[in-house]
């Protein structure tokens, strides 16, 4: 099977993204700096590229047609928590851009939900990665 060079692209940069996201939250924890640049250029990334990738897969044939039932459904799970994600994202950036700006350092006054949104982002993160290997490698 040939792995189709946007998927390959869209992996690699998903990784980039999900580390500048982790710098991103890491910076705001621990040392109070919240880089609003870098968050809208994660954020512009994630709803151009990512959701058109999505929307792209979507209207090609799946790439998850070959699968069982079992990976079509972590396939599907993995798709809604993306989204999902996305939605979290722009939210927890749109309100910490704002309280830093206040000077309150919004990761650590919202610690379980910032560990719940890395916890969720990791899992996505994850599940992108492992649908990529069993579809194109394995």
């Given at each position: 099977m040939q792995i189709p060079i946007a998927s390959t692209i869209t992996l690699i940069m998903e990784l980039i993204i999900g580390f500048l996201i982790y710098f991103i939250v890491f910076q705001g924890y621990k040392n109070n700096k919240f880089s609003s640049k870098l968050a809208f250029f994660a954020i512009s990334y994630e709803i151009v590229f990512n959701v058109g990738y999505m929307v792209y897969r979507t209207v090609v044939k799946p790439s998850t047609a070959q699968l069982g039932g079992a990976l079509k459904g972590v396939a599907a799970a993995h798709g809604i928590l993306s989204l999902i994600m996305l939605i979290a994202v722009v939210a927890l950036f749109l309100k910490a851009s704002k309280e830093y700006a206040k000077?309150?350092?919004?990761?650590a006054a919202h610690r379980?939900?910032?560990?719940?949104?890395v916890l969720l982002w990791s899992i996505s993160l994850l599940s992108g990665i492992f649908l990529y290997a069993k579809v194109y490698l394995f």
């Open positions: 000077n309150t350092n919004y990761f379980m939900q910032t560990c719940l949104f």
